[in-house]
């Protein structure tokens, strides 16, 4: 079994629609990142939860600590959000990672 | 202030032969983390090292190994290298570790032939 397990594998949206990928884990936590890579490889650390919500822009966060489950949304989804969106836990000096969720946004 | 550098950002080598790869975390950063990604295993957590010392170690065979300099920049080095060794290679700063507040780099994508 996955320490980390994320749905769905794939999206496939229409421009301006609104988008949730899931995260559920079973490792204790210290925090929760939402990772962002676009092809090329670079990644990008959207956020950082240890508990509540979090607004960046059109994305946001949220997770319940007792329920082991996390949130991405996007909000008003565009084109340039296609991309992999990684959710890895940190636990102690370890991080366990989902398999991603692969998004395209269609115009 | 400065991002994550990895280099090179491509490489290609021959099986067998052995690879060193850098990372120069953000400035103040005393944790540098490594891992893997491959399209068949995905991300995978490789070691962490924090004020040169190996803190935390994945599920990896002998050949991956690494070190941190005094400066906190860190080197994984990679010998006999297999077909199977083709990956990106992450490395993630962060000021202690702990699960809070990394930072990736662009990664070093490596090609075995």
């Known amino acids: 079994k996955n320490e980390v397990e994320q749905s769905p594998q794939n999206l496939t949206a229409q421009e301006g629609e609104f988008i949730t990928i899931n995260c559920s884990y079973s490792v204790g936590i210290s925090a929760l990142h939402w990772l962002q890579q676009h092809p090329g490889g670079g990644i990008v650390s959207l956020f950082m939860l240890s508990s509540g919500k979090k607004k960046h822009g059109r994305l946001i966060a949220t997770i319940n600590i007792q329920e082991k489950h996390s949130s991405l949304h996007i909000t008003a989804s565009h084109p340039r959000d296609s991309a992999v969106y990684i959710c890895?836990?940190?636990?102690?000096?370890?991080?366990?990672f989902g398999t991603g969720t692969s998004l395209t946004v269609i115009p | 202030k400065a991002g994550v550098t990895q280099t090179p950002r491509y490489l290609i080598k021959t099986r067998g032969q052995q690879v060193t790869l850098s990372c120069s975390p953000i400035?103040?950063?005393?944790?540098v983390s490594w891992y893997q990604q491959t399209p068949g295993q995905g991300l995978q957590f490789l070691f962490e090292?924090?004020?040169?010392?190996?803190?935390n170690k994945g599920n990896f065979p002998g050949r991956f190994s690494g070190r941190q300099f005094s400066n906190s920049r860190s080197e994984m080095n990679v010998s006999t290298l297999e077909l199977g060794d083709s990956a990106l290679y992450l490395c993630a700063s962060a000021p202690l570790g702990g699960g809070y507040g990394y930072t990736f780099g662009s990664g070093t994508r490596l090609t075995v032939v």
């Open positions: 890895a836990v940190g636990e102690g000096n370890q991080f366990y």
């Open positions: 400035s103040g950063h005393r944790s």
């Open positions: 090292y924090f004020s040169e010392t190996q803190r």
